[in-house]
């Protein structure tokens, strides 16, 4: 069963927007999430987690379990944001086994 | 600290070969991680082991298993190799949990 949902798989957004990576998952349960990043030549990195509830970047992301989401949000987008960005759900009732999302590569235009 | 590194970074094996991939975790991590990542799937959980144990394990075929040493550094070893395990092997390190992972460069795996 697909965990962890990304449903854009390229967005684009001009510089100085608003961006908002779309995060959908599904777990009977309470998941951990995460949001990591892997910028050009980079190695996957963590940018910030759901339990934390910081703002990393600029970015944030809440936990809506109503809705089952977590999407990632930025007020004004810059360019250095442009990345892959991956959603992320631990599950506790099975094992802690890690799930990642398919990734949205996100370009932010000058 | 010196990062996670992964050895080889690219390594080329024909169907039914066997290969074993390495991974150094960061000095004093104690929990490795292994992902297999592919076009198709993204990236998917193998397993993972904390203090010389497996303590997670993904939906992988026997075929994959890993090892991981006192000094926490980890193998992972596929055998009787397939087309379809052509792909990058990330393995990530962490203190004590998957809260926060560090990854490491990859492996990329080609099968021939």
């Known amino acids: 069963a697909q965990r962890v949902t990304q449903p854009e798989k390229l967005l684009s957004v001009f510089k100085g927007a608003p961006v908002e990576l779309k995060c959908n998952y599904s777990?009977?349960?309470?998941?951990?999430l995460f949001w990591y990043v892997q910028y050009s030549r980079q190695r996957l990195q963590l940018l910030l987690r759901h339990i934390s509830r910081e703002s990393i970047k600029g970015f944030t992301a809440d936990l809506n379990k109503g809705e089952t989401s977590f999407h990632l949000k930025k007020p004004f987008a810059q360019e250095e944001d442009s990345a892959m960005y991956y959603c992320?759900?631990?599950?506790?009732?099975?094992?802690?086994?890690?799930?990642f999302g398919t990734g949205t590569s996100l370009t932010v235009i000058p | 600290k010196a990062g996670v590194t992964q050895t080889p970074r690219y390594l080329i094996k024909t169907r039914g070969q066997q290969v074993t991939l390495s991974c150094s975790p960061i000095?004093?991590?104690?929990?490795v991680s292994w992902y297999q990542q592919t076009p198709g799937q993204g990236l998917q959980f193998l397993f993972e082991?904390?203090?010389?144990?497996?303590?997670n394990k993904g939906n992988f075929p026997g075929r994959f298993s890993g090892r991981q040493f006192s000094n926490s550094r980890s193998e992972m070893n596929v055998s009787t190799l397939e087309l379809g395990d052509s792909a990058l092997y990330l393995c990530?390190?962490?203190?004590?949990?998957?809260?926060?992972?560090?990854f490491g460069p990859g492996t990329r795996l080609t099968v021939l």
């Open positions: 992320a759900l631990s599950a506790p009732n099975t094992g802690n086994q890690f799930y």
């Open positions: 777990y009977s349960g309470s998941p951990e």
């Open positions: 990530a390190s962490s203190p004590d949990n998957m809260r926060e992972q560090f």
């Open positions: 000095s004093g991590h104690r929990s």
């Open positions: 082991y904390f203090s010389e144990t497996q303590r």
